[in-house]
């Protein structure tokens, strides 16, 4: 099963040209000094999963786990997101998963609009070498870049169009809390679960947008609904993913 299969992708060149340019991108992160998060992080956690995915999920930045690894979504908040991704039959590597800020805010807390100022191009870049069909924002940092002026609890759920500016230029962005917020109160994750279950529509109908996948064509077929508990993709899992943390 895969979740790629846009076969229009041709401004953002074949497999191997974007999982070259990612790795670029992913290199020029891990050496990074742009902001002060450079001089307390362990390791850039540029972001990982499959070049020609359709699917981009951006969360804030790393926390402590990821921090470690030097990859996104590894910790708690990580299983929950991939329990979430599973529910629909999907698995983390065949999505891409990175942050608005690559390295970890000390004590996690929350990112400086400068750090964030500082940081973006990389994913402006990640998203214009992905060219993704959905953006799905996790938490509130994230939406604020895809839908700035608009309250997570108001908004979560729903999709409009991203901003050109962020990198992913025909695109829409579906808002989702985030996973950590999901964890510290049981209301916040069944949402969550009620939340993720639009996205295979929210695909769809990006999918009927974007030039050359018009609802006349036979766009590629959606990962099955059905929940596989085979699919739950742990941290370990020797499932191949990319740009994982250098040795
Ligand atoms: S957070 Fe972004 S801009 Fe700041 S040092 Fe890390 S990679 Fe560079």
């Known amino acids: 099963m895969t979740l ?17 340019a990612l790795e670029q991108i992913a290199t020029e992160v891990r050496a990074c000094t742009r902001c002060r998060l450079a001089q307390t992080r362990t390791h850039a956690v540029p972001g990982e999963g499959n070049p020609d995915t359709e699917v ?32 629909l039959g999907w698995r983390r590597n065949e999505v891409f998963i990175t942050n608005i800020v690559k390295c ?29 069909a959905v953006v799905v924002t996790l938490g509130r940092f994230s ?9 997570i609890t108001q908004i979560h759920g729903t999709a409009v169009t991203a901003p050109p500016e962020t990198g992913a230029r025909d695109a829409l962005a579906y808002a989702l809390y985030h996973p950590a917020a999901a964890l510290r109160s049981t209301e916040v994750e069944r949402q ?39 699919t739950i993709d742990e941290p370990g899992d020797d499932a191949p993913t990319l740009f994982q943390a250098e040795a």
């Open 4 to 20: 790629a299969g846009i076969p229009t992708n041709e401004a953002a060149g074949n497999a191997d040209a974007r999982r070259a």
């Open 56 to 87: 981009v999920f951006v969360g804030e930045g790393p926390g402590q786990t990821e921090d470690q690894q030097g990859r996104p979504f590894v910790g708690r908040a990580g299983d929950l997101l991939v329990k979430l991704i599973s529910t």
């Open 104 to 132: 970890r805010p000390p004590g996690n807390r929350d990112p400086e609009p400068d750090e964030i100022a500082a940081c973006v191009p990389y994913l402006r870049r990640q998203l214009e070498v992905l060219d993704p």
């Open 143 to 151: 939406m604020a870049h895809f839908r700035p002026g608009e309250r």
């Open 192 to 230: 969550s679960y009620d939340d993720i279950a639009g996205l295979p529509r929210v695909l769809r109908e990006a999918r009927s947008r974007r030039t050359g996948v018009g609802a006349g064509a036979s766009p590629a077929p959606l990962p099955a609904t059905d929940p596989d508990p085979d």
